[in-house]
């Protein structure tokens, strides 16, 4: 069994800043990329920010200059840092991650999603 639980969603007002993470646990070889999606009401799920195991990063054009991607190996655990927010930063947030394990190969796994609400 494979879990990633995220944590760090609320409300902030607009300029504020949020960090989320995003830890995965149970039987696992190996982690390729990791990133985030975003979902808002009304409207299709897009990819926010993406790392690779080796540290390569890409976001959506909307974030880039404002949120960072990072991951800790070690801890099986994603980040998000996410500065000068706006209000069309508000959505749900979901972590996911390309995970090797023995019996069932390569695939991705999700989180639960985290609401982001940015409004004053």
């Known amino acids: 069994q494979v879990q990633l639980v995220e944590s760090g969603g609320g409300l902030v007002q607009p300029g504020g800043s949020l960090s989320l993470s995003c830890a995965a646990s149970g039987s696992i070889f190996s982690i390729n990329a990791m990133g985030w999606y975003r979902q808002a009401p009304g409207k299709q799920r897009e990819l926010v920010a993406r790392i690779t195991s080796e540290g390569s990063t890409n976001y959506a054009d909307s974030v880039k200059g404002r949120f960072t991607i990072s991951r800790d190996n070690a801890k099986k655990t994603g980040y998000l840092q996410m500065n000068s927010l706006k209000p069309d930063d508000t959505a749900v947030y979901y972590c996911?991650?390309?995970?090797?394990?023995?019996?069932?190969?390569?695939?991705?796994?999700w989180g639960q999603g985290t609401q982001v609400t940015v409004s004053s």
């Open positions: 996911y991650a390309h995970i090797l394990r023995a019996l069932s190969g390569w695939r991705d796994y």
